[in-house]
């Protein structure tokens, strides 16, 4: 089967291609725009909601079907500080993480939506000097897959590897119909959530007959420079390599000043492009982010600066402001070039391991 979506495979070729030549900007924080909004109950259900039988209020992703408008302002907003690629507003648009608002059977609508809605900013600022490219955003769930909820009863688990890939699945087959570029599975805490998402997108490409590229981003929780589940980078590298992502990358939980050894060494070990789109600093006592553009684009520009970088963006905290401060720092400087591949057998458990001659 070809791609049914017109000119995404000639887009996929010239974004790859421009990652090998110039840093690329991604967007920043869905949230932290939203909450601008400063959205009630009603609010969040509009009209087409406006008798769901319970609270929808911080579902952000349901604004795709309540209001449209306001996801298209912030891809807009996003776009006019000068990203190159815009996320969907799909980051919880699952079947698992919707059951908290009793939204599951939307899932797959939220996706294709979604895709649409950025697809047609992304189209509608793209010039022949600056194209513009839609990533489809994957959230981890709100389930692990590697940890037990009860501390009392270690084996216990929440979820399953196979409800995980049905659900990213179908969000995933939402955001390839309707018209994403990549699917960007992103703050992954847990690598065996991440590697059912894997699973569920390839088996979906597989199916329909052509693939969009992949791009991981994960979550190191803390200064212990490990995931969630306990793995180093690279040991989440060694076991979601085998995916062939277009980008590796690091988001959320740190600030720029935390955050970069961790891109340091997947820049040192990837064979791809790399991403980072750090927090706007820690949460303050009152859950907000101090961080100015500012003082993030110091750390962002020493990166680019270091060859560390191939994607630069935003994630908690950040806003317009902070996305068309990297897009000016980072303008003209040279991207980071992939590691070259060794011949070597890599494994992981929590820690990584190289068989080498």
């Known amino acids: 089967m070809s791609d049914p979506i017109l000119g995404r495979q000639a887009r996929i070729a010239e974004l790859k291609q421009l990652l090998g030549e110039k840093i690329l900007v991604l967007d920043g924080a869905a949230g932290t725009f939203i909450q601008g909004y400063e959205l009630d109950e009603a609010g969040y259900r509009a009209e087409r909601f406006a008798d769901w039988g319970q609270d929808i209020k911080g579902n952000n992703d349901i604004l795709i079907l309540s209001r449209p408008d306001i996801v298209s302002d912030m891809h807009n907003a996003y776009l006019d500080a000068g990203a190159d690629i815009i996320e969907t507003n ?5 079947t698992i993480a919707q059951a908290d608002y009793g939204m599951e059977a939307l899932a797959y609508e ?6 649409k ?3 047609a900013c992304a189209d509608e600022a793209s010039t022949d000097d600056k194209p513009r490219f839609v990533a489809g955003a994957i ?12 501390v009392n009863d270690p084996g216990k688990r929440n979820t399953s590897f196979e409800e995980l890939a049905s659900a990213y699945g179908e969000a995933a087959r939402g955001l390839v119909e309707g018209g994403a570029d990549t699917i960007l599975i992103e703050t992954i805490f847990d690598t065996l959530n991440a590697k059912a998402a894997i699973f569920a997108v390839q088996e979906l490409f597989e199916e ?31 076991s979601v ?3 062939s992502p277009l980008s590796v990358g690091v988001n959320c939980a740190l600030g720029p000043d935390l955050m970069r050894p961790y891109v340091a060494e997947l820049a040192r070990i990837a064979d791809c492009f790399v991403s980072t789109y750090p927090n706007a ?77």
């Open 241 to 243: 390599r085998h995916a």
């Open 90 to 94: 799909t980051f919880s648009a699952t």
């Open 281 to 357: 600093g820690l949460p303050n006592a009152f859950g907000g982010y101090d961080e100015t553009p500012e003082m993030m684009t110091e750390h962002l520009e020493e990166w680019a600066k270091s060859g560390l970088v191939n994607i630069v963006g935003g994630c908690c905290g950040t806003t317009p402001a902070h996305i068309a401060a990297f897009a000016k720092a980072v303008a003209g400087l040279g991207p980071r070039e992939a590691a070259k591949a060794d011949a070597a057998m890599r494994l992981s458990g929590l820690e990584p391991f190289a068989l080498t001659d």
């Open 139 to 150: 959230g981890p769930t709100n389930r692990t897959a590697s940890i037990s909820p009860d």
């Open 110 to 115: 939220l996706n294709v939506e979604g895709a």
């Open 117 to 119: 809605l950025a697809r």
């Open 208 to 238: 329909l007959g052509f693939e969009i590229p992949i791009q991981l981003s994960v979550t190191i929780t803390d200064q212990s420079g490990r995931t969630l589940s306990g793995q180093t980078t690279e040991a989440f590298w060694n």
